[in-house]
């Protein structure tokens, strides 16, 4: 597997790293927290094929697609998932870091079950509907959190970026099975079941989730904060498959250590409150929490959920006819996702960077929106003619727009948030990076059916707006996002401006003595003693 990654990823970390860290433990680790992502992936694909079923349509009172009571209707059969989101992501914070990453990840599977069950059994009845969706919300937005601290903590540098955009590869593998699931369903099944059947499945990534994570070890970063230091080096030894003594464990340990004591000398024993005035009065922590927030306001804003979650309508709205021919378009769709985004964890994520990926993905996108709008503007289809030439190219715009996003704003943003922050506020940076994302993820979702229907003929304006912001985002990454590719988390401060005389200098009153390195070191002997 090492000798395959040289070829793959281009950096310095893999040049000088062992290759016995890249063993098979750390990816089952990685795809056990990405079947959280994949939930939403799955959900998302099969709601919003769900809605356009003529079963289900008739079952829970839906109208005439172009009816603006019907479009807010499946904007809030849509979007409650995004609310429960919300509230899950904030809530993830306090909870994995008092209770754990593992265990937590198994306690929002748990969520996202009970809630898939609720959906299943609504039966034409809207309120268990909305609960149901609500409620598997909490346990996807709790898992958006974990997950890539889970992936991060336990990533060796040089392929971070590959492992926390898994992330975003196992969100649209999920939305790929769901869309080719709608499609199969659509085709085969009648009545109450055709929908019935893709609600209930849905459940299965949260299934493997907790059943994954409980084979599964905590973080070692994690440990190491809960001042665990033997189980943390335990750990490290067996995911870095490395003897105790080796040169490179011995030095991410210490690494650890450091930032480790560095923070707790910086603000002593944290609080909620304290984070808070730490991570905003703090120049350099402010810069990383505002950049977080902005970045997952920008992947809203590209679009990208409004196509996942309604393609199947924009598919109909640029000529292709019939429920079937759109779902099966809808399932090219999500297998373009896939496969743009196993390109861009191979080959980009950490050879090309992130930076350079999302200003790549940024003028991509924009071209793609603008096209499609302008088509739909000038030359809109017309029902019961061929599609012509133009709209085709339309057509291909929407899988273009696909691979442009995976090759930059969808796992890029994700590595991005959850590798930046300092140690003690990464929990809080990713709740805050991912509440932000589901708040504007239900913004979008409840807001593009009325924009479909209301701005402009077959909603021309929806695709022009969506295009401006990827032009404003090309900007926002020139000026503002540096390149973290091989970059250790241990060394992020450094690169956003923290000098080591001020890590070094942050020194209690006195001159007291590095407890901490003292108390690892014991712990670090005792460790080797027993041969752990």
């Known amino acids: ?95 994995t870091d008092a209770y754990g990453r593992k265990y937590m990840l198994m306690l929002a599977a748990c969520f996202t079950l009970a809630g898939v069950a609720m959906q299943a059994a609504a039966s034409g009845h809207l309120e268990p509907m909305y609960i149901g969706r609500f409620i598997s919300g909490l346990g996807v937005g709790a898992s958006s959190v974990i997950n890539p601290i889970y992936v991060t903590e336990n990533a060796p540098r040089a392929i971070r970026g590959l492992l926390t955009g898994l992330y975003q590869l196992f969100i649209v593998t999920g939305g790929m099975i769901a869309f080719w699931g709608n499609f199969a369903v659509s085709i085969h099944l009648r009545g109450p079941k055709q929908y ?72 002593g024993d944290a609080n909620f409150w304290s984070l808070q005035r730490e991570m905003w009065t703090i120049a350099t922590n402010r810069k990383r929490a505002i950049l977080s927030i902005t970045l997952m306001i920008c992947q809203q804003m590209t679009g990208t959920n409004a196509i996942n979650t309604y393609a199947p309508q924009i598919f109909k709205n640029l000529g292709v006819t019939g429920t079937s021919n759109s779902l099966l378009s809808t399932g090219v769709y999500g297998i373009v996702k896939v496969v743009s985004c196993s390109i861009f964890l191979l080959f980009m994520a950490d050879s090309l960077g992130r930076r350079r990926s999302l200003l790549v993905s940024s003028v991509g996108q924009a071209f793609c929106m603008f096209y499609i709008g302008l088509y739909v503007r000038i030359s809109p289809p017309v029902d019961g003619e061929p599609v012509p030439g133009a709209g085709y190219f339309a057509l291909v715009c929407i899988f273009v727009f696909a691979a442009f996003f995976q090759f930059g704003w969808g796992p890029a943003c994700w590595i991005l948030v959850s590798e930046i922050p300092a140690a003690r506020l990464r929990p809080m940076n990713v709740a805050l990076g991912a509440a932000t994302q589901w708040l504007f993820n239900f913004v979008v979702a409840r807001a593009v059916p009325n924009m479909l229907a209301t701005v402009g003929a077959h909603g021309y304006g929806t695709y022009l707006i969506f295009g401006s912001f990827c032009v404003c985002m090309f900007f926002f990454v020139w000026f503002f996002i540096p390149e973290t590719k091989g970059v250790s988390l241990e060394q992020m401060d450094k690169l956003f401006g923290v000098a080591d005389e001020q890590r070094m200098g ?11 390195k003292i108390e690892v070191e014991e712990h670090s002997n005792r460790s080797d003693n027993r041969s752990v």
Not at 234 to 263: C, G, K, S
Not at 510 to 516: A, H, L, P, Y
Request: net charge negative; proline share 4%; aromatic share 10%.
């Open 1 to 95: 597997m090492s000798s395959l990654l040289k070829y793959i990823v281009k950096n310095d970390a893999m040049k000088t790293d062992p290759k016995e860290i890249y063993g098979w433990r750390v990816y089952l680790l990685a795809c056990s927290a990405c079947f959280g992502a994949m939930s939403f992936g799955w959900d998302s694909g099969v709601i919003g094929g769900v809605i356009n079923l003529e079963s289900f349509i008739q079952a829970y009172g839906l109208g005439s697609k172009d009816d603006v009571a019907t479009a807010n209707l499946q904007g809030n059969i849509v979007s409650v998932l995004q609310a429960g989101c919300f509230v899950g992501a904030l809530a993830a914070f306090p909870l």
């Open 506 to 516: 942050a020194v209690t009153e006195g001159g007291k003595r590095d407890v901490s």
């Open 196 to 267: 019935i059947v893709p609600l209930s499945i849905q459940g299965l990534p949260a299934l493997l989730l907790f059943f994954l994570m409980a084979l599964c070890n905590e973080s070692p970063r994690y440990l190491a904060r809960k001042d665990r230091w033997e189980e943390a080096k335990a750990v490290l030894i067996r995911i870095r498959n490395l003897p105790p003594d080796h040169p490179y464990l011995q030095e991410e340990f210490q690494e650890i250590a450091d930032q480790l004591e560095h923070e707790r000398r910086l603000i």
